[in-house]
C-alpha cells in the first residue's frame, strides 16, 4: 500500500470537473467578532446532494471499470454516502444499492430512494452492516465503496480543502469534521500540500472521541456507537486508510457538545442564512465557542452538509 498524496488529490480534482459545485466560502463579520479569528467558510452544505460526502463517491465510481459499472455499486452509510453514491452512480448510469441503519434520519432515507438508491435497511446496534455489506457485494458481484475507509474516498473528499484554500488564500488553522475520517484525511493530504505550515485539527462529538482516544494511544480505538445528534459522526472508530493520514498529517482532535453543536445550528440560520445538519456544525463550533484559540489567525472551517428535517431543524434552532 503506498501513501497518498497531493497528487492524488489533483487527479481527484480533475475527475470532479463539471460534476461537483466549486461551492462559495463565506465569511461573516459577526464570526469574526465573536471568534476573534478571520474565518472562512467552505460551504459543502450547498454541494451537490446537500454534503461534500459527493465527491468522494464520484471520485470512487469514475475509477470502476466497465465490468464493475456493469455490475453495480453497493454501500452501507447513516446518510449522506447513501445520497451520494446513489446520485453519483445515477448520473453515471451505474446501479446502486444501499444498507441503512433503520433509525436513519427521514430526508436522507427518502432522498437516497429519489436518486435511484435500492434501500436495504438493518438494525445499527444488533447488526454488523460491514459484514452484511460484503455478503451482499459477494452475492450480487457489486462493488463495495464504505463511507470513509477508501483510497479513493479520501481523495475526493479533499477536493474541497483543495478548493478553500485556492479561494481563501493560504490558512493558519484548517478545522475539520470528523467521522470516519474520510474528509479529515483528504483536506490534510490537501492543506499540508499547499500549505505546510496551516496547522490541521479534527472535531468530533464529545460523546463520540474515538478519533481524539486513537490519535492518543497511536492506534485506532473502538468505542460503542455514540449518543449524539452528529449522525454523521456517528461511528465507532476511524478507517485504517484514513488513520494513516491522520497519524502523519493532522495535528489534534478536539471535541464540541451537542449543547455547542444546536448553538452554532442557530448562529448559521439566524445570523449566516444556511440550514446545515448538526454533523456539519462540528468544526465551526470548535471555533464559534473557544474550543480552539482562533483569535489573530486565518482559519477555514469546513462546514460539512445541510441535510436535517426541517421537524428536527426547528426543534433544534427554536
Ligand atoms: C459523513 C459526514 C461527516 C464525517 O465525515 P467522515 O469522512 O466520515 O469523517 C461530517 N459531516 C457530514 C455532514 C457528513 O455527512
Redesign the pocket.
Known amino acids: 500500500m503506498t501513501d497518498l498524496t497531493y497528487a492524488d488529490i489533483e487527479a481527484a480534482a480533475e475527475r470532479l470537473r463539471g460534476a461537483a459545485h466549486r461551492t462559495p466560502v463565506l465569511t461573516s463579520r459577526t464570526a469574526n467578532a465573536r471568534s476573534g479569528g478571520q474565518l472562512f467558510f467552505k460551504a459543502e452544505n450547498l454541494q451537490r446532494m446537500g454534503?461534500f460526502?459527493f465527491r468522494g463517491a464520484y471520485n470512487a465510481l469514475m475509477r470502476f471499470d466497465a465490468a464493475q459499472r456493469a455490475a453495480g455499486v453497493l454501500t452501507y452509510s447513516s446518510?449522506?454516502?447513501a445520497q451520494a453514491i446513489a446520485l453519483s452512480a445515477s448520473l453515471l448510469g451505474i446501479r446502486s444499492a444501499i444498507i441503512m441503519p433503520h433509525d436513519a434520519p427521514a430526508l436522507k432515507v427518502a432522498a437516497t430512494r429519489e436518486y435511484g438508491g435500492e434501500v436495504i435497511t438493518y438494525d445499527r446496534y444488533k447488526e454488523d452492516r460491514e459484514e452484511i455489506g460484503r455478503r451482499l457485494a459477494a452475492e450480487r458481484g457489486m462493488t463495495l465503496i464504505p463511507?470513509?475507509d477508501h483510497p479513493d474516498v479520501i481523495c475526493g473528499?479533499g477536493t474541497a480543502a483543495k478548493e478553500l484554500i485556492e479561494d481563501a488564500g493560504a490558512l493558519d488553522l484548517l478545522l475539520v469534521?470528523?467521522?470516519?475520517?474520510?474528509?479529515?484525511a483528504g483536506c490534510a493530504l490537501a492543506a499540508k500540500a499547499l500549505n505546510p505550515a496551516c496547522r490541521v485539527i479534527g472535531v468530533e462529538p464529545e460523546l463520540g472521541n474515538d478519533g481524539q482516544q486513537s490519535l492518543r494511544a497511536g492506534r485506532i480505538i473502538h468505542i460503542p456507537v455514540p449518543d449524539t445528534i452528529a449522525d454523521?459522526?456517528k461511528?465507532t472508530h476511524v478507517g485504517e486508510h484514513n488513520f494513516r493520514v491522520i497519524q502523519r498529517l493532522v495535528d489534534d482532535i478536539v471535541t464540541v457538545s451537542d449543547a455547542q453543536l444546536i448553538e452554532t445550528m442557530r448562529f448559521f440560520a439566524e445570523r449566516m442564512k444556511i440550514v446545515v445538519?448538526p454533523?456539519?456544525c462540528?468544526a465551526a463550533a470548535a471555533a464559534l465557542h473557544g474550543v480552539v484559540p482562533v483569535a489573530g489567525l486565518r482559519v477555514g472551517v469546513l462546514i460539512?452538509?445541510g441535510n436535517v428535517d426541517l421537524p428536527a431543524f426547528a426543534r433544534f434552532v427554536a
Open positions: 454534503a460526502k446518510g449522506n454516502h463511507p470513509y473528499q469534521c470528523l467521522g470516519g475520517g474520510g474528509l479529515l454523521g459522526a461511528v445538519e454533523t456539519g462540528l460539512s452538509g
